[in-house]
């Protein structure tokens, strides 16, 4: 699995997994894309933020593009990171790639960029993305309410990060599930990642 600096060679690739998949771009505020130039326009203008940069994720199995992400919302001052803007084709959403993609950034934000606090959110609406966030091991932080307006509709945004002191142990559980010997010949996972909050 890898991920490509998103740019103009990956729409082809892009508009095959994007075309007829009207329900994966409902939390987004854009798409779907009635043809191919839509979605042309869109990626040109991702690939292009100087503040927000994008990366195409290209799954082994397939060796074509199939969804995006991002790290946006960055402040170097304060040591905080989003992951955000994320779209993936329902050809990627809910396999061992998706996961593997998702934490390669975490991994980046984390590691290599030396960030302290890596965040998530989504439209609490999104129950999806929800689970997607409790499963990588991000904690809630609660909900601001009418907070973002979405192809015209308001809608209430849900917080959730991992901090530095926490990274450690979110990293060791991800990487364990991502293990070869937690996938049978079939390529199913043998144990599901869950993340299990600690009390205090």
């Given amino acids: 699995m890898s991920l490509e600096p998103l740019g103009r060679g ?16 409902a939390y987004l ?3 779907p894309f009635a043809h191919q130039r839509d979605l042309e326009k869109l990626v040109t203008e991702l690939a292009g933020r100087a503040d927000q940069p994008f990366w195409a ?3 082994e199995s397939s060796r074509t593009a199939q969804g995006w992400l991002s790290l946006c919302d960055i402040y170097p001052a304060d040591g905080a990171i989003e992951i955000g803007a994320i779209w993936f084709s329902p050809r990627l959403q809910r396999t061992r790639a998706a996961t593997e993609a998702i934490f390669l950034l975490m991994q980046y934000a984390m590691d290599e960029l030396q960030y302290q606090r890596l965040v998530w959110r989504c439209n609490a609406a999104n129950q999806a993305s929800l689970n997607a966030a409790a499963r ?3 904690t809630p932080e609660g909900t601001w309410r009418g907070s973002a307006l979405s192809k015209g509709r308001r809608c209430d945004v849900a917080w959730h990060s991992i901090i530095a002191a926490e990274w450690p142990v979110r990293r060791a559980a991800i990487t364990a599930w991502l293990a070869d010997e937690n996938f049978d010949e079939h390529g199913r996972a043998r144990n599901r990642l869950v993340h299990v909050p600690t009390t205090s």
Avoid: Q
């Avoid at 990956?10 to 771009?25: N, T």
């Fill in 10 to 25: 990956h729409i082809d690739e892009l508009w095959r997994v994007a075309e007829g998949a009207d329900a994966s771009f």
């Fill in 29 to 31: 505020r854009y798409g």
């Fill in 57 to 59: 994720v290209r799954p």
């Fill in 136 to 138: 990588y091991g991000f």
